[in-house]
């Protein structure tokens, strides 16, 4: 009997493209975003135009049929959570800030500008800087030209006149001016998620193996230009937490799969081939996969505050991100297929957060100033200071230091509409069998920041 493909032989990666998000080659594809055991794969879907001429003898059936808009579409559910990176890609950048090692390696870059997607930068001061080690590149990390990133040295090429080069482990996410700091840093590392208005692009590939694991039966697909458009993240009691991408829209795809009997034998490419993906060489890293084994975090590590009040008894919660992107089927050279997506467009921005929260055992007297989900609800986030909505923190923690930190307004410090916060949609207080009396609450926002802190430098 043949070899047959297995569920279990499925690799799939993802990585960080290049500036243009046009390397279909070399994406670094290294850093799993979470553990997921199904995923829905964006092989395109074609549009086709059927016509039906005036005159013809085909009656009611279209007389010929022409090539439409192609999407590349997919998704992946339910990933359990391992670090925060996996949030960035649903909404912006992320910055990595570490902890400062004292006598450590230092400088500035001296000798150009470092573009997105580098690997080396240069440093006015090589001393103290040996492989291994982590540098930090900038010290923005919030608001404008925020751009601090952390990397490991995996070479470092000294200068005769006390400069040198710094290999680093995985290419740079942000661009870094001439002259921008660098430092030898360690545990632990602070990142900030941020959001953009326009989201970075990432690889996915996937390998199928044969039940044999014969090398040249592997079916290898990536596609390329990929952004979340839409993710959620959600937690049930007694669970881990979760984050599905729940659509991903990619630009294009290349394959290994090179001939076809009909269109020339073996002479002649099929649509969308790429040698590079047909070539064990350039996917080494992933035939043989670092398969992460961090814990996940956990459902009951939450503490969810709204409106300055702690709401211990949390059932279930839903935050959605959705970010209305949109193919764009510009004019462009389409060699290979006709009409796949010349550009993926962000427009408007959307928040929800739905939470099942049981209500306290103890209600405050009708009399009293204490702020209840209830008294929200009717007040519509308009204050004394006016129409400013409320604080949501949520907060998990894992271990000893680890921890992710959802703050909706994203700064205290901002004012005027930056500064609004949340507003209930909905808190019904029915009448149900469960005990306590339990509340379901909707509510929308503008906008948010996560931060992390954690012992993981590199977030791609």
Request: no cysteine; net charge negative.
């Amino acid at each position: 009997m043949s070899p047959i493909y297995r569920a279990e032989a499925h690799l799939l990666s993802f990585g960080a493209e290049a500036a243009d998000g046009t390397d279909p080659g070399t994406s670094v594809l290294t850093f799993p975003p979470g553990v997921w055991e199904t995923a829905t794969l964006p092989d395109w879907e074609a549009d086709f135009l059927p016509k039906w001429y005036l005159g013809s003898a085909s009656l009611r059936n279209w007389y010929s049929i022409f090539r439409g808009k192609k999407i590349l579409s997919g998704s992946i559910p339910d990933m359990l959570v391992l670090n925060g990176s996996i949030f960035k890609w649903g909404l912006g950048s992320v910055t990595t800030e570490g902890t400062d090692v004292g006598g450590g390696g230092g400088g500035v870059i001296d000798t150009g500008a470092v573009l997105k997607g580098a690997t080396t930068v240069n440093t006015s001061l090589i001393a103290n800087y040996t492989a291994n080690d982590f540098v930090q590149i900038g010290t923005v990390t919030t608001g404008v030209g925020a751009n601090a990133e952390a990397r490991r040295i995996t070479t470092v090429n000294v200068h005769g006149d006390g400069t040198g080069d710094l290999v680093l482990n995985y290419p740079l996410s942000f661009a870094h001016a001439l002259g921008e700091t660098l430092n030898e840093v360690t545990v632990p590392y602070t990142h900030r998620v941020l959001e953009t208005n326009v989201l970075d692009t990432m690889t996915m590939h996937v390998t199928y193996e044969d039940s044999e694991q014969t090398a040249a039966n592997r079916f290898m697909r990536r596609w390329h230009g990929g952004k979340v458009n839409r993710m959620s993240f959600k937690g049930d009691e007694g669970e881990p937490l979760r984050v599905s991408w729940d659509e991903i829209l990619f630009r294009d795809l290349s394959h290994n799969q090179r001939f076809h009997s009909a269109i020339g034998g073996g002479a002649a490419n099929i649509t969308k081939y790429a040698a590079g993906v047909a070539q064990p060489t350039v996917m080494n890293h992933l035939l043989t996969p670092a398969y992460p084994i961090t814990e996940p975090y956990y459902f009951s590590q939450a503490n969810l505050t709204l409106f300055g009040v702690t709401f211990a008894r949390l059932r279930h919660f839903l935050l959605e991100a959705n970010n209305n992107i949109e193919a764009r089927y510009y004019i462009q050279d389409n060699s290979g297929a006709g009409q796949i997506p010349a550009a993926t467009q962000e427009h408007r921005k959307e928040y929800r957060l739905a939470a099942t929260i049981a209500m306290p055992d103890a209600v405050a007297a009708a009399t009293s100033t204490v702020r209840t989900m209830f008294k929200e609800l009717l007040l519509e986030g308009n204050y004394t200071a006016g129409f400013t909505g409320f604080d949501i923190s949520l907060v998990f923690t894992r271990g000893a230091s680890d921890t992710i930190t959802f703050t909706i307004p994203p700064s205290a410090a901002a004012t005027g509409g930056d500064a609004q916060g949340a507003f209930i949609r909905a808190a019904k207080h029915n009448i149900v069998t469960e005990s306590p009396v339990q509340v379901d609450v909707e509510a929308i926002f503008r906008s948010m920041r996560v931060t992390i802190v954690d012992s993981l430098a590199e977030y791609p």
